[in-house]
């Protein structure tokens, strides 16, 4: 058991990367430091052009802007989250999570038929949203989500493996879950995710001694919204 402790702490740590400490971000919507507001005609042509190759219900699946979750957290210190929710740009959306040894900001991207995760790193609780035309130059990453919601649909490592499921949390029981899944060696990856709200709750799965498994959960406490 000692051991898987290690393991899951370290996985934590590889995905999360050690940062800051503390249990509050702000996300700065302005996306530039001391720089002029007023948009040129390339930022507005590239705003047109991700207006046209979006769908707007894709973002039923974050919290709304300004929006803030806790996450209760057993099996793990660092599975306890605090996550904040912005929209700087059209089709854009921020994400910070801060597991109190972290803050990971996630950028996501709406496309047409998929949620794309364009960048995600270790920021100090101050730092700077990127400006849209640094957004622009990021490399996708991966796919954070993808339709349809139904059994069989598969994306990079993740699997819908269920849906119109029944899920408790500390905040609401939601009725009509579906549940993404991956699987690594012998642990087991899955997210509820509830439309209006996004994920619900994560589970972290992996064998331990007597036939045992240990898990690691984090399950939605509570929602602020502006």
């Given at each position: 058991?000692?051991?898987?402790?290690?393991?899951?702490?370290?996985?934590?740590?590889?995905?999360?990367?050690?940062?800051?400490?503390?249990?509050?971000?702000?996300?700065?919507?302005?996306?530039?430091?001391?720089?002029?507001?007023?948009?040129?005609?390339?930022?507005?042509?590239?705003?047109?052009?991700?207006?046209?190759?979006?769908?707007?219900s894709l973002k039923n699946y974050f919290l709304?802007?300004?929006?803030?979750?806790?996450?209760?957290?057993?099996?793990?210190?660092?599975?306890?989250?605090?996550?904040?929710?912005?929209?700087?740009?059209?089709?854009?959306?921020?994400?910070?999570?801060?597991?109190?040894?972290?803050?990971?900001?996630?950028?996501?991207?709406?496309?047409?038929?998929?949620?794309?995760?364009?960048?995600?790193?270790?920021?100090?609780?101050?730092?700077?949203?990127?400006?849209?035309?640094?957004?622009?130059?990021?490399?996708?990453?991966?796919?954070?989500?993808?339709?349809?919601?139904?059994?069989?649909?598969?994306?990079?490592?993740?699997?819908?493996?269920?849906?119109?499921?029944?899920?408790?949390?500390?905040?609401?029981?939601?009725?009509?879950?579906?549940?993404?899944?991956?699987?690594?060696?012998?642990?087991?990856?899955?997210?509820?995710?509830?439309?209006?709200?996004?994920?619900?709750?994560?589970?972290?799965?992996?064998?331990?001694?007597?036939?045992?498994?240990?898990?690691?959960?984090?399950?939605?406490?509570?929602?602020?919204?502006?």
């Amino acid at each position: 058991m000692r051991r898987n402790r290690l393991v899951i702490a370290l996985l934590f740590t590889i995905l999360l990367v050690a940062g800051c400490s503390s249990k509050t971000t702000t996300l700065n919507n302005s996306g530039n430091s001391g720089e002029s507001n007023e948009p040129d005609q390339a930022t507005e042509n590239n705003e047109e052009e991700t207006k046209n190759t979006t769908d707007e219900s894709l973002k039923n699946y974050f919290l709304p802007d300004g929006s803030k979750a806790h996450f209760l957290g057993e099996g793990n210190e660092f599975a306890e989250l605090d996550v904040t929710f912005a929209q700087p740009y059209e089709n854009i959306i921020g994400v910070h999570e801060n597991n109190g040894g972290a803050i990971i900001r996630y950028i996501y991207r709406i496309d047409e038929d998929q949620i794309t995760t364009i960048g995600h790193k270790a920021v100090d609780m101050n730092a700077d949203f990127p400006s849209l035309e640094e957004i622009n130059a990021m490399e996708p990453e991966g796919v954070y989500l993808k339709k349809p919601f139904e059994v069989g649909t598969t994306f990079d490592k993740w699997e819908i493996v269920e849906t119109g499921v029944t899920v408790e949390t500390p905040y609401q029981t939601f009725d009509n879950a579906f549940v993404i899944q991956s699987e690594e060696n012998d642990a087991v990856n899955r997210k509820y995710i509830v439309e209006g709200f996004g994920e619900v709750k994560r589970e972290f799965i992996m064998p331990a001694e007597n036939n045992e498994e240990f898990i690691v959960t984090s399950t939605l406490e509570s929602v602020s919204k502006p």
